[in-house]
């Protein structure tokens, strides 16, 4: 093992894994590091993977990568307690390639991911802790592991750890991040035989289903669940905000229990076996929670960076076409042999440049909004389920009147003037 | 069967523990006097602290390493750590 690395990578997720692969393939010297005892010990995500930032990675990954099912349908739920407001798009055009977006096991996918950075030339170490970047004049030229003699050194260290980043917090990228910057969320991995899947979900074989599910799902506090179907299993998970997870004084695993229990989704999970629990935190703080990504000698990618779209559940393809951004930044940089900060922020102008930042800057107001006026979630779900619910009841009323009822029973709740300003800071917020 | 409660969901589970705790509680006094709800006991999702009265116990063998516990701690009273490497949870699907 050479003393001094061109580059070393801390964390084999697909943030980092996406950086040491285009640098090995690129002829660098990489050092990539994993904590867990494998890529993806450590590692969670309700389960969608989109097809554009991995293949602009590897080609045609589908055809070899450990893939579940490709999403042909995606559905969106606002449930009550007893009822759901449906609306969702089916079409056959993402069962074929070049598909849209895989269901994935992230312990498999990751394994395969970073065999093929090993492939291009990285060289990964397992069951090892990055303590601290060592730093000598400002700038970062190595990190400290917890390996006996675990100094190693390169020329820049890109920090892929994850969203509780202590490397980019103790390098003064960011500070502690709030509860409401974070969601928590719990998932369970439910076997159910492949069959029962297809007929309950009404797909073929290699057919996906999402549904994401708000309202009732967190009891009415800002967060979703989802349900989301693998080959012969189904990943089921609900999360919220740290914060509203303290406000409410809630039990995540009791939440997941409420979820599993609804009569909305009970069906679609009975007879299932319980194959793994699993706890993570997303970024969701956004736009405004995005840490310093660049400094001298060093590059901070993917959920360490707080690159998550929680609106569109984007994550895991924002840290990997970051990775991407970090990895051709750092390649110019070995070119000129300069790592200073202003060669590095090329990274950061390319990221900002990028759908990433775009589309965190559009949705920059959502969670914030969304968290101070709960009415959303709490009040206007159960009330388009009213709403829903009588006006497809046949009962003799004549359909004009049901829409004057309807109308009045929303402004009666929460008063004409009040609904008008829920809908423009809603459309304010998503715009 | 689909799990039913938290001890049945941290059972699936496979973990790799070391013989020290990766997480501390720096002052349990603070817990005792300043923290009537002890809101980790509630949102930790592994029950990982538990009041026994005048201390909190940390289970950090169930812990499945999310964060949650110091950004959520009012009192910024608990150290977090990450395991030694290859230590703690150990994914195996999701």
Known sequence: MPEKFDVIVVGAGPAGTSCAYTCAKNGLNVLLIERGEY?????????????????????DFWKEAPLERPVIEQRFWMMDKESVLSFGYKGLEWGVEPYNNFTVLRAQFDQWFAKKAVEAGALLITETVVTECIVEDGKVVGVRTDRPDGEVFADVVVLADGVNSLLSKQLGFHKEFRPDEVALTVMEVVNLPKDKINDRFNLEDNQGCTI????????????TA????????????????????????????????????????????????????????????????????AGNGVIVVGDAAQLVNAIHREGSNMAMHSGLLAAETVIEAHRLGNFSQSMLNNYREALYNSFIIKDLEKYKDAAHTFEKYPQYFKEYVPMMNQAASKFFT?????????????????????????????????????? | MSTKNIEEKQYLLRFKCDTKSHLTVLDHDVCMTQCPDKICTVFCPAEVYKWEGTRMQVGYEGCHECG????????QNIKWEYPKGGHGIVFRLA
């Open chain 1, 39 to 59: 890529p993806g010990a450590k590692n969670v995500m309700g389960g969608v993977l989109y097809r554009q930032q991995m293949e602009e990675l590897i080609p």
């Open chain 1, 212 to 223: 994401e599910i708000f309202g009732d799902s967190t009891k009415g506090n800002l967060g």
């Open chain 1, 226 to 293: 989802f349900l989301y179907t693998n080959k012969e299993s189904l990943n089921i998970g609900v999360g919220t905000t740290l914060s509203s997870m303290i406000k409410a004084k809630m039990k995540p695993y009791e939440l997941l229990d409420y979820l599993k229990n609804h009569p909305m989704v009970k069906p679609f999970i009975a007879g299932g076996e319980s194959a793994e629990y699993l706890a993570h935190l997303i970024p969701e703080g956004g736009y405004r929670s995005v840490p310093k990504v």
């Open chain 1, 394 to 431: 046949v009962d003799g009323t004549p359909k004009r009147d049901k829409q004057k009822q309807i109308i009045k029973n929303m402004t009666s709740q929460r008063g004409t003037l009040r609904v008008l300003q829920d809908l423009y800071r809603a459309w304010k917020a998503v715009k």
């Open chain 2, 68 to 75: 949650s516990c110091r950004i959520g701690c009012p009192y």
